[in-house]
């Protein structure tokens, strides 16, 4: 199996603002959000990062789509580094964060093109795409309409449809199921399958077990920015529940912390 | 991929030029608004001055006075006498009562008096005591009319030789002059206002709103140049940015002659088409200066609001900035004043309406602001390059 994504090392660490200090109820100047952080994603599989609030998630997705740089180590994205090349690397993979919007006065049908654009997607090769995403995930007759007016199920589909515009092999992301109804999730959890059967290889961060346990091969634990474990999800949990894994891994770490 | 500038351009034009309330609020309304706010003041002036009389409450009103003043139908006098009677009026007009505009005090036998003074010999020369208040317009304008009438009879008194008698038209300043010193007085501080303006109500939702939405990551997961987006973006704004400057600029010109009472009407044909091309090309750079301006502290702003509120100074100085085209010692003739931006700009706008413009400092003034905007978009592709201004916590 191709090692598609290598993230090797990589460590983050954030200045507090005086204001930061205040809100985080901290002292600490210095914020380690991604400590020494390594894991692989092989070609074709589903990768789940799962941790709790503050984990790291996001700034580790962020590293590996090239938003911002690790102070230390490096990802490697299908042979390219973000460190060297980042322009590079958002040209290969489909990105979505949490905190990714659309623009509420547009329609999809606008904001498709748009990407497309700046992806430097050809034209017919846009519309053959466009007519094919839209169809399958529903939103042809919602394509006209404004952002604005659309329900929050149909923007986050909207918004995944626009994260893959230009057909990338890698695809990232982060919590794409916060904050939807069951219904909703379900949608999603399913352009996701859909997304690996295409052969994709897809990193997914994520605080829901059941999302890990329907879609993932292979699962990431995080705590406090460290990687507790890293292994496939049949070994992780050998024959447990997930979420009983998970907290027994915590109770180790909580308790490793204690005697420290 | 150059083209990731127009489409960004092609995306903020069709933000501002879709949305009808956008374009109502921000590109129609204001040219619209000063348009008829202008010409509604410029009715009151009309109106209320045409037949003004003043009421004047006098002393001893001489018999010449009351001739000369009868003549010009302006002023109805009320006689009073007796200290007491002074005294009452003048405080009335003080305390604002409605009843006197002014009150005037002659000597008693004043005709007399003047007859009598040898200014040769010295001595107290007759005096005319005229209580008015300055705060109030009435009042204001029953001083001066009774202050012109005693200024004719003061001539007549020693008629040795006349000024402009007659009909003749002596004032020589054509209407072009009039239109030229109105439009270098006033035009290069409104411009700068209204291009400020402009600006104000697109940038910072342009930018700074992208960043509070976290709509501009979006933007920022592209393999898109940054430098592209920061081109695109500024130009587009400036664009926008000089529409909504002209809108209002209309308003004030279309209005202006109204303002002014119908008096004088301002004639733009004075100025020739070198007079436009210098002073579009003035404005266009003016605009990408202060767009690039307002684009780089918007991205330094967490949210709209904080924009805004940090772009309010930078406007007030450049009023500022703008005024100084209407005080002589301030306006400089030597090509590195130029080099000083948005001061550049007034200056410049002021030389081309009073038709004095200076080709180097024009030529100066368009290139070291074409040189500002490209570090200002040179400054906007680093910050959107930072993940510190981008991704701030
Ligand atoms: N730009 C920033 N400036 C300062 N601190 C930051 C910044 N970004 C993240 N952090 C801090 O780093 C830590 C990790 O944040 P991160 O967003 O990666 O967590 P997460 O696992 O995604 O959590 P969540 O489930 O809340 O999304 C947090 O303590 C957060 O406060
Ligand atoms: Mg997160």
New interface residues.
Partial sequence: MKELLQVQNVKKT?KI?AK?QKIQKTKERIKVAVDHLSFTAYQGEVFGLLGSNGAGKTTTL?MM?A???PDEGDVVVDGTSVVKSP??V??KIG?L?S????????TPN?LFD??A????VEKEAAVKRKRELFEKFQISQFAEVKVANLSTGMKQKVSLV??IVHDPDIIIFDEPTNGLDVLTARVVTDFLLELKEQGKTIVVSTHIFSLIEKICDRVGIIIDGKMAVCDTLEHLTAGKSLEERFFDIYAERAGESYEK | ?K??VI?VMK?EF??FF??RRMVLTTLLMPGIMIYLLYSFMGQGFVSSHEDYQARVCVQNLPESIEAMAAQGEAIVFSEISGEQEREQAVKELEEGEEGYDLVAVFPEGFEEQVAAYDMSAGGQAPAVELYYNSANTDSQSAYSILLEVLDTYESSLANKFDVNPGENVYDLATEEDMSVQIFSMMVPMLLMVFLFSGCMAIAPESIAG?KE???I?????????RSHLALGKIVSLSVIAILCGFSSFVGTMLSLPKLMGGEVSINANVYGIQDYLMLLLVILSTALVIVALVSIVSAYAKNVKEATSWVTPIMIVSMLLGVTSMVDSLCMTEPVWFLIPLYNSAQCMSGIFSLEADMVNIAVTVVANICYAGVGVFVLTKMFDS?KVM???
């Fill in positions: 954030f603002s930061q962020r789509a938003l911002i740089t322009a590079e958002r040209g990105f964060t905190e990714l919007k659309l623009e509420e006065f547009f606008y748009f990407f654009e700046l992806h430097g626009i994260s | 991929m083209s990731n489409t995306k069709t933000r879709m949305d992208e939405r976290g709509t990551a979006t933007l920022l997961v592209t393999p898109m140049k993940e991704f701030s916590k």
